[in-house]
């Protein structure tokens, strides 16, 4: 049955297109940080080093350590020498890849195309969606050489060049293989961590690569008709120890982002608890939604109608959500992925 919250429109916000954050704040925990209580709708204005008042000891964060992948390229056609981009989604070889690449008509199957000095590609086929399945030519590791010569792929709405590349990523990142940050877990540093950590807070990892699909706007006017990407996830059997231990002391377990909380909430629906596992996730949450698994989120302010806010109403109620929204716009906060934060408890 369709209700209000299955309407793309409902999650529609006004945004002045001054407050999408063009660049990331220094240092990383002097962002702004919302407090939001899901159970009254009370919200407050605080920074994000202020994080550490509003947790207790015996509380665990989940953090995405998932690492984004140099995963823009710019090049020329072989034989013509006329430009071309390509974007990397997914492996699907020894060497090969889904990509997308502009402009794509020069990209048919059997063109090559020349990266700098290191770096040759052969485009193989086209997919159903328009991309390419290329094989890459170089000598040693793709990995090392996209480390070299690759621009981080950063979002569409962010228009100004990142001087570091390394402000894209977070500080905890280690599995190489996404295509857009974990945004959430940009406020953190190493001391800030630590220091938590001394308060009892504790943190455990999980491994969910983003895919662009994170950014890709729902269409559908029934969002239930929306088809929702897949991301491929891993949660370690320490991680799963630690959420158990957590949940019968009676601390609170803490999505740090969208992608962990999928990630825990995808990994209990599949299998009916939360266990150690790997796998697939297309989960889609909206309100309303029975969380299984996390008990609060933080996370940016993020796009009007996108998967991303309605996950978000489907945890803090879509009310609260909204309401806190306007005053995040009001009080001129920075949005989207270098954008400040929200803590939902």
Known sequence: METEYTKRSTYFYDLP???????????????????????????????FYDLGHFLQEGDLLIMNDSKVLPARLYGTRADTGSPIEFLLLKPVGEKVWEIICKPGKKAKPGTHFQFGEKLEAEVLDITEDGGRIVRFSCE?????????????????YITEKLENKDRYQTVYAR???????????LHFTPEFMQ??????????????????????????????????????????EETAEKIRQTKANGGRVIAVGTTSCRTLEGAAAQHGKLCACEGDTGIFIYPPYDFRCIDGLITNFHL??????????????????????????????RFFSFGDAMLIL
């Open 140 to 156: 040693g590791s793709l990995y090392a050489v996209l480390d070299e010569i690759g621009q981080m792929p950063l979002p569409p």
């Open 195 to 236: 220091e938590l950590k001394q308060k009892g807070i504790d943190q455990a990892f999980v491994t969910l690569h983003v895919g662009l699909g994170t950014f890709r706007p729902v269409k559908e006017d029934d969002i239930r008709h929306h088809h929702m990407h897949i991301e491929h996830y891993t949660i370690p």
């Open 175 to 185: 599995e190489l293989g996404s295509s857009a940050a974990p945004t959430a877990g």
């Open 304 to 333: 009007p109608e996108s998967t991303l806010i309605m996950l978000v109403s489907a945890f803090a109620g879509y009310e609260n959500t909204m309401q806190a929204y306007r005053a995040a716009v009001e009080e001129k906060y």
């Open 17 to 47: 297109q001054e407050l999408i954050a063009q660049t990331p704040v220094e240092p990383r925990t002097s962002s702004r940080l919302l407090t939001l209580d899901r159970q009254t709708g009370a919200y407050a204005h605080h920074h």
